[in-house]
């Protein structure tokens, strides 16, 4: 069965970029739309966005001016770089994997990642 | 955005009980509603798509209803495992927007 794993740092400073790796394991990126969210206790459960088929993405558009999510299929990995970062922008941050029909997600967000906490904070 | 207004935000039930928890959209999403259950320190687990419609593994005490803006969960029978909090989501249009969160937790 497919299983995702977050890495990356948990503590980056104001201003500065995060980078989150998520690696997917028992199952090809070729399909399906691999997403991140976020969850805090302010904001609650959060989409930031996701790619799909080869190198398409969709953003949350509150966040689209600092996120960008990219893929590596020979690695079964993608990945978030979510730049200018604010105090606001600490979260428990999941991939997952979603399906929809037409850049929906009609079929929800089936497998998620157990999260990384990245707190921001100088 | 679409905005997803559960209620109620918490529940005090016990074993046995019947729950139904209510999602509202600010605007109609014809069926495309989700359902999660999300436990301590875990990530959500999906337990319902398209409104109605139950995600593989998930006991048939779990049923959902609803279309346009008024959406349900029902969980009959609860069972001591069924305490977590629920949330829905709407997967119709950007950006993808869930409710606030149910927690149930026991009387």
New interface residues.
């Given amino acids: 069965q497919v299983q995702l794993q977050e890495s990356g740092p948990g503590l980056v400073k104001p201003s500065e970029t995060l980078s989150l790796t998520c690696t997917v394991s028992g199952g090809s990126i070729s399909s399906y739309y691999w997403s991140w969210l976020r969850q805090s206790p302010g904001k609650?459960?959060?989409?930031i966005g996701y790619i799909y088929y080869g190198g398409n993405t969709?953003?949350?558009?509150?966040l689209k001016s600092r996120v960008t999510i990219s893929e590596d299929m020979s690695r079964n990995q993608f990945f978030l770089t979510l730049r200018s970062l604010i105090a606001a922008d600490t979260a428990v941050y999941?991939c997952?994997r979603g399906e929809?029909v037409l850049?929906?997600?009609?079929?929800?967000?089936?497998v998620?990642?157990?999260?990384t906490t990245v707190t921001v904070s100088s | 955005d679409i905005q997803m207004t559960q209620s109620p935000t918490s529940l005090s039930t016990s074993v046995g009980d019947s729950v139904t928890i209510t999602c509202r959209a600010s605007q109609s999403i014809s069926n495309y509603l989700n359902w999660y259950q999300q436990k301590p320190g875990k990530a959500p687990k999906l337990l319902m798509f398209a409104a109605s419609t139950l995600q593989s593994g998930v006991p048939s005490r779990f049923s959902g209803s609803g279309s346009g803006t008024d959406f349900t969960l029902t969980i009959s029978s609860l069972q001591p495992e069924d305490f977590a909090t629920y949330y829905c989501q709407q997967g119709y249009s950007n950006p993808y927007t869930f409710g606030q969160g149910t927690k149930l937790d026991i009387k």
């Fill in positions: 609650g459960l959060e989409w969709n953003y949350n558009p509150s999941y997952a929809g850049s929906d997600y009609y079929y929800g967000v089936d998620w990642g157990q999260g």
